[in-house]
Structures are given as structure tokens and as C-alpha cells.
């Protein structure tokens, strides 16, 4: 049977919809960035970082529906990889998440200094930093199945061997890696918020400002993150506690269902960054076809367009 348990249905409900809305987005994206965006931003780096993103944990999906309580008889080296695409996807998202915040707070929030601090080289700089860190630290998981003593009758994606588990530094850098993560996004999100909402005030006349778009668009990112990855973070915790505490098989095997079901969650990230993929897209052709406009009649007064894209701090951040 297709869903013979609930985790399965689970996989099944979030992971087909995840490939079929996904991969034409992931599709798309690319397809925007290569063909019809002239000049790179901020916002199309953090696009670029995000299609990539998405992208390995599309590849990875189908073998996790196969993987789900099958014996794993394509190889211990490629399930391993695998694996490591899934640690990569959600420790990418993150932190990319965290860089987006980050870059909304810098652009309201200091604006006199924004023409130094944001810059799509910056942005560069931090996504390849990201990308080094997250692949680094993804080692580990070459060696969750180290005990295994015959690949083809293992699994891939459950059955971690006991070692993997005994290393607490791994648990605590992953929880300490979100919770510092999770600080810095709901720092970021409520300073944004707060600015825009001054700004509102200040500026009762402003249509873009008086619909509130954009707070909104701040506050659904920080949701979408806290409810993708606190389930999981939790639940990692929580089967880890029990593993080291000698916990009994009924307890083990509930929150290792608890474990997988948060990671499915977990997932549904990538669908929420289609959202991130039509406005920083959309941010693009409109930056596109001003400065069409500005080459036909510049004015003397005119400021940088490095500096004037400020103007509009939320759409580039997105």
C-alpha cells in the first residue's frame, strides 16, 4: 500500500505537493534570473541561494518516499548523500532565512548606511559563507549508519546507528545553530514591523504603507519559519534525551514517528519560499523597467540606484 501509516500519509500529503509545485517554481526562478533579469541585486542573490536551496532537497524527496520503511539496496555512499541534502535543505533555509531578515533590519533600519552594508557582492559573500558552513558541518551524517555490517539490508533516512546519537556536541551545535537562528529572526521581524509601523504613523497618506503589505509579508515569513522548524528541533531533542536516558521501546518508537512527521514539516518550507520567489522576481522587473525609464530622461538630481532601491526596502529584501 501507498499510506499504511500515518508518518506515510504524512510523507505523501507534503511531498508530492512539494514536487509538484516546487520543481516548476524551482524551474521558473531560474528561468526569470537567467533570461530576464539584466542586473543582479541583493534580492536575486538571495534568489539564487534559495532556487539551489529548494533545488537539493527536490532531488532528494523521491528517494525518501521509497526510503520510508523499505530496505535500502541502492548503497550506503548515495543514501548518505542523500541524507545530507535533507541536514543541508534545513540548516540552508535557516540560515538563508536569517540573511533575509537580516537584510530587511539593515535596510530600515540603518539607512544612511545601507549603500555600504548592502551590495549584491555582500550578498554573494554571505550566501557562499552559508553554503561553505552548512556543507561542512553536514560530515557528520556520513557516519549515521558507521555501524551498519551489511549496507544492503540497512535503511536509509531511520535507523541511525547508537554512536550517532552518543554525540551530544552534534545535538547541541544543531540546537544551538536554531536557537540563535530563531533569536536573531524574531529580533529582526519585530524591529521591522515596529519601523514600519512608525513609519505608517508618520506617513498616514502612503498607500504602499497604509495596506500594511508588508508587515504582513514579514510576519508570514516569521511564521512559516517557526512553525517549519520548531517541530523538528523539539523532536530531535526530545529522541535524543530518551536515547541517552535509556528510555523504553514504546517511548523510542513514538518519538521517532514524531521525528519523521517533523521533518515532513519541515518541508513545507520550500513551498512557502515560492512566495519569497514571486516577489523578489517581481522586485526585478519593476527595478527593470525603471531604470528603463530613468535612461530615457535622467534627471540631475537623481539619486544612486544603489541608494534609491532603498526606497522600496521590503520587495528587495523579499
Keep these: 500500500m501507498i499510506c499504511d ?3 506515510k500519509c504524512l510523507q505523501w500529503a507534503v ?9 516548476p517554481l524551482n524551474m521558473g526562478a531560474l528561468w526569470q534570473v537567467l533570461f530576464r533579469v539584466r542586473r543582479w541585486s541583493v534580492s536575486t542573490v538571495f534568489l539564487c541561494s534559495l532556487v539551489i536551496n529548494d533545488s537539493l532537497l527536490l532531488l532528494s524527496l523521491p528517494f525518501k518516499l521509497h526510503a520510508y520503511k523499505n530496505v535500502w539496496r541502492l548503497g550506503k555512499p548515495f543514501c548518505s548523500l542523500l541524507e545530507s541534502l535533507v541536514y543541508v535543505n534545513i540548516y540552508g533555509s535557516i540560515l538563508l532565512s536569517v540573511c533575509i531578515a537580516a537584510d530587511r533590519y539593515v535596510a530600515l533600519r540603518l539607512p544612511f548606511a545601507v549603500c555600504r552594508l548592502r551590495s549584491p557582492r555582500m550578498a554573494g559573500l554571505v550566501c557562499a559563507g552559508v553554503w561553505v558552513l552548512i556543507f561542512v558541518f553536514s560530515i557528520p551524517v556520513y557516519d549515521f549508519h558507521a555501524s551498519d555490517a551489511h549496507y544492503h539490508e ?6 541511525f546507528s547508537n554512536g550517532t546519537w552518543a554525540k551530544q556536541w552534534l545535538v547541541v551545535s544543531l540546537e544551538t545553530v536554531f536557537c540563535c537562528s530563531t533569536a536573531a529572526m524574531v529580533f529582526c521581524s519585530v524591529q521591522v ?3 514600519l509601523g512608525s513609519l505608517r504613523r508618520l506617513n498616514p497618506n502612503d498607500a504602499k504603507l497604509r495596506n500594511n503589505k508588508s508587515a504582513k509579508i514579514v510576519l508570514s515569513s516569521l511564521v512559516v519559519f517557526l512553525v517549519c522548524f520548531i517541530p523538528y528541533h523539539v523532536a530531535v531533542l526530545l529522541y535524543f534525551h530518551s536515547k541517552q536516558n535509556g528510555a523504553g521501546p514504546e517511548t523510542i518508537n513514538k518519538l521517532r514517528l514524531f521525528v519523521h512527521s517533523s521533518i515532513c514539516v519541515s518541508s513545507i518550507n520550500s513551498l512557502a ?5 514571486y516577489f523578489i522576481l517581481k522586485e526585478n522587473l519593476q527595478m527593470a523597467r525603471r531604470d528603463a525609464r530613468a535612461s530615457i530622461q535622467v534627471r540631475p538630481t537623481e539619486v544612486p540606484t544603489s541608494c534609491r532601491d532603498v526606497c522600496e526596502p521590503m520587495c528587495q529584501a523579499m
Design 15 to 23: 511531498y508530492v505537493p512539494a514536487l509538484a509545485v516546487g520543481l
Design 154 to 159: 540497512s535503511y536509509c533516512f531511520q535507523n
Design 273 to 277: 519560499d515560492g512566495a519569497c520567489y
Design 193 to 195: 514591523v515596529r519601523t
Design 5 to 7: 501509516d500515518w508518518v
